[in-house]
């Protein structure tokens, strides 16, 4: 358990539609960043916020969003939803003070446009 | 764009086999990490290199940091059928505020 959690673990969801995906960093951590993993992609860095606000951008549709609230969780929206947004969606966190480079990561929103 | 090559793409091997996978980029980064992830979970961090030529070990995991610090190799040795999953290598730049991962090596061990 990495102390990252994620919800909903599962979601189904139809084209067009929009869907918030919730996290929460380990305990003392600042830093949030999402991901978007599918099979012909990989690993792809979306977005990362520090105590609440957009430290760097990735490949991050304009169709996509998120926020860090006061209490440091975290949210991913996504909107006008595409079959090929289909995948999984991981938020890691990492401590104060060392970058990016240790990153702790949540068990993932799995997403399924139908 | 800093770009991650991981090799093999696929491996499966029987129980107590050794296997290399590979990490190579044509950039140089401030440190380099290694990650395990199993079907339906996150990536777990391993371990994280930082110094030009730096190994380190974990029981039979041995990871190899290049002198270039452009590059980087896992080691396992008597691989175990609990070592199956996903192996993704993630490096940092000195300017770069986010990890770029590598595709993966998908290791399969069989009983």
């Known amino acids: 358990d990495s102390g990252v959690t994620q919800t909903p673990k599962h979601l189904i969801t139809a084209t067009g539609q929009r869907v918030t995906l919730r996290c929460s960093p380990r305990s003392g951590d600042l830093s949030v960043y999402w991901y978007q993993q599918s099979l012909d992609q990989g690993l792809q860095f979306l977005i990362q916020y520090y105590n609440g606000e957009e430290r760097a951008k990735g490949n991050i549709l304009e169709r996509f969003s998120a926020q860090q609230f006061p209490d440091l969780h975290s949210e991913l929206n996504l909107s006008s939803l595409e079959l090929g947004d289909s995948a999984l969606y991981f938020c890691?966190?990492?401590?104060?003070?060392?970058?990016?480079?240790?990153?702790?990561f949540g068990p993932g929103t799995r997403l399924t446009v139908l | 764009t800093q770009l991650l090559e991981q090799s093999p793409q696929f491996l499966s091997i029987q129980e107590g086999e050794n296997l290399t996978v590979y990490c190579n980029s044509s950039s140089v980064f401030s440190s380099l990490q290694w990650y395990r992830q199993e079907p339906g979970e996150g990536p777990v961090l391993l371990v994280t290199v930082v110094t030009g030529g730096e190994v380190k070990k974990l029981k039979r995991l041995t990871f190899q940091f290049g002198d270039a610090r452009k590059d980087s190799s896992l080691h396992i040795t008597a691989a175990q059928p609990g070592d199956t999953g996903l192996y993704l290598c993630a490096g940092a730049s000195g300017s770069a505020r986010q990890l770029t991962f590598g595709s993966g090596t998908q290791l399969t061990v069989l009983p």
């Open positions: 890691a966190s990492s401590p104060a003070g060392t970058g990016s480079v240790w990153q702790f």
